[in-house]
Nanobody, 119 residues
Framework: QVQLVESGGGLVQAGGSLRLSCVAS?????MGWFRQAPGKEREFVAG??????STDYADSVKGRFTISRDNAEAYLQMNSLKPEDTALYYC?????????????????WGQGTQVTVSS
């Protein structure tokens, strides 16, 4: 069983930056970040392959967010934050080696870390 623990969320003004971290207790392969705003469905934000050689992003965050990893730790650097980025951000891990885009492709989830962007 893999446990994921996120950190790094908080309150920031529009245009600011935050860096989210996720530490996995066991061996993981593909990892990703999802987010869920109140009243909305959980959505894919960014994913990274097992090797770290492949990454992909939701169109809404391309050019502003960067996902990276170091073994069992994953990071999400978020720049130029907008109020619409406000959500609960979840780290996820999957047994597959490649980037996963659907929440159903992931086997393990963290508890989430809140990101709030004020205008």
């Amino acid at each position: 069983q893999v446990q994921l623990v996120e950190s790094g969320g908080g309150l920031v003004q529009a245009g600011g930056s935050l860096r989210l971290s996720c530490v996995a207790s066991g061996r993981t392969f593909g990892m990703g970040w999802f987010r869920q705003a109140p009243g909305k469905e959980r959505e894919f934000v960014a994913g990274i392959s097992w090797s770290g050689g492949s990454t992909d992003y939701a169109d809404s965050v391309k050019g502003r967010f960067t996902i990276s990893r170091d073994n069992a730790e994953a990071y999400l650097q978020m720049n130029s934050l907008k109020p619409e980025d406000t959500a609960l951000y979840y780290c996820a891990a999957r047994a597959g080696l490649r980037v996963g885009y659907s929440q159903y492709e992931y086997d393990y989830w963290g508890q989430g870390t809140q990101v709030t962007v004020s205008s």
